[in-house]
């Protein structure tokens, strides 16, 4: 006959620890994969960061990237504002910097096409009347 004391202590170890293994694994695929991977993209973000490129900072500054040194990027926010910032605190880019397009030569107006006015709509204040 067994007897309790016997029968708790004989298990596998391997059954105690499948738990804590199972969650282990399941944190890693859903809390620390995804980071990697986001600082993974903003890695890259910054690396291909070039002067004339349009950004937004992680504090919600908008401006142009004027130079770029070591770790250091130099913004413009207005004209003839120029602030630096550091790599890390550049959250997204808004547009590229275009390259050089090959100069194309545009077709004159042919008779048949129709102009259209492109005059701003009036301003309506719209705030309530006492």
């Known amino acids: 006959m067994f007897s309790v004391a016997e029968s708790a202590g004989g298990g596998n170890p391997l059954s105690l620890f499948l738990p804590f293994i199972l969650i282990i694994g399941v944190m890693y695929f859903l809390v620390m994969r995804p980071q990697q991977k986001r600082r993974r993209e903003a890695m890259e973000l910054q690396n291909k960061l ?6 937004v900072t992680i504090g919600g500054l908008h401006g142009t990237v004027v130079a770029i040194e070591d770790d250091v990027v130099l913004l413009e926010i207005a004209p003839a504002v120029q602030v630096r910032f550091a790599r890390p605190a550049i ?7 275009e390259e050089p397009v090959a100069d194309t030569v545009d077709e004159p107006a042919t008779s048949t096409e129709t102009v259209v006015d492109e005059t701003p709509n009036p301003v309506v204040d719209v705030r309530k009347q006492d």
């Open 50 to 55: 070039g002067p004339g490129d349009e950004i």
């Open 91 to 97: 959250a997204r880019v808004v547009t590229r910097a």
